[in-house]
């Protein structure tokens, strides 16, 4: 379904678009700005079956070519096959010979009812297991964060087997924001459960004592370490994090880092690592995102050795993911936006209540800023029967924790939120996405869809 609604537009426009996800039926997303309103059916789910890879042992060319997959790079030696399936991974165990996925990972993997590969982990796990530099170009919710995971925890057990006396951390994961860095740590604490590693998570806005102690108290024994880059810095400046065993570096939504100028930290990091240099005992690193503009790949590449990159969609352009169905509307004034979403919501609230599904958060409301997400949010509780989340950086850690709480419990129907909650939340049941205010990049546009 798609609508379109136009108004006279003001002198100053500023679009605004929101997705619906329902499948089977592709429900619709919308958009709200003072001028404009979009609509958009729901993306897939990480693992969901239609897009998985179960073709018969696929050639790199005609995989490729079906999932609109580009890979730039030479691969060398190394077998670029697209894996088919979760058993049919293998790795160099340390001592010249191949293994498979341990039986406990295995028996993970079937308890969470993954029956088969994204295009974007097919493409790129033969290539990380090898122990190749990769990036990673994929939408949201492709599953790249089980695509990094898997070679970065097999590579910190076999470190653990070879050698259990191994100092750590032995594996960084580096995130912009600290919605993204928990999500990341809740997926690698139960993977690590069956690898048997040790997962800590560090970012700014909890107190530092806190984080500490859970680093001294590991020791040796910590394996992972996912972080925010400030708070990352401060534990490597006063040698809480030695970071000289460091085997595996992923930075995840990197794009996102350098354009919130973490560039300095990101370098600071990766010199006091032990160089990317493509030997043993060097650095494997692995860059992930949704977008990759050609400026910031261009500077990323400096933290890599010779790196492939797998490209999922349109080889160098920027596009939103194609399982959403974009409509705008236009309109005049700050009052005919808050009754035109007023007016999407409740339509998605009456599917949701015909689906017995009323106590599940379904709609995300973004605006730019911090100020406009309070006064939605406060307008949506006065004049609206849905319990309403806000979210934004001037909240505490403790209050944004509560927040995200009550939206993965269903006790909040509606979430409005600045593009803190872009990236990295993952609410399976969101229906809708509406863009009260446009963002001012198209990066930020393809992750808010």
Sequence with gaps: MRRILIGRLPPLVRPLARPLLRPPAMPTAR??????????PAAKAEQQSSSSVADSMPTPANFYAKHEISLVGDPGEVDATPSTDFSSLRKDNGDGEWEELPREVTKFIQSKK???????QAATLPLTLAGRDMIGVAQTGSGKTM???IPLMWEAANVRRLNP????PLAIVMAPTRELAQQIEAEAKALGKAFKLNTTCIFGGQPRHV?????????RK?????????RLCDFMRDHTLLMGSVRFLVLDEADRMLDMGFEPQLREVADALPASSGVEHSRQTLMFSATWPKEVRELAHEFMQHPLRIHVGSSDRLVANKDVEQNIQLHTTMLSKL???AELLQTVHSAAQAEGKVRTCHTVVFANRKRDVDMIAQDLRDNTRYFVASLHGDMTQSARDRMLERI????????????????GLDVKSIKQVVNFDMPTNIEDYVHRI
């Design 31 to 40: 958009c709200l700005s003072s001028t404009m309103v979009q609509e958009f």
């Design 114 to 120: 993954y029956e088969s590969l994204t295009p974007i």
């Design 147 to 149: 695509g990094f995971l």
């Design 165 to 168: 006396k191994a100092s750590g």
């Design 211 to 219: 984080q500490e102690r859970n680093i001294l108290r590991m020791g």
């Design 222 to 230: 910590l394996d992972v370490v996912v972080a925010t880059p400030g």
């Design 339 to 341: 009754n035109a979403l």
């Design 408 to 423: 993965r419990s269903g006790q909040a129907q509606v979430l409005v939120a600045t593009d803190v909650a872009a990236r």
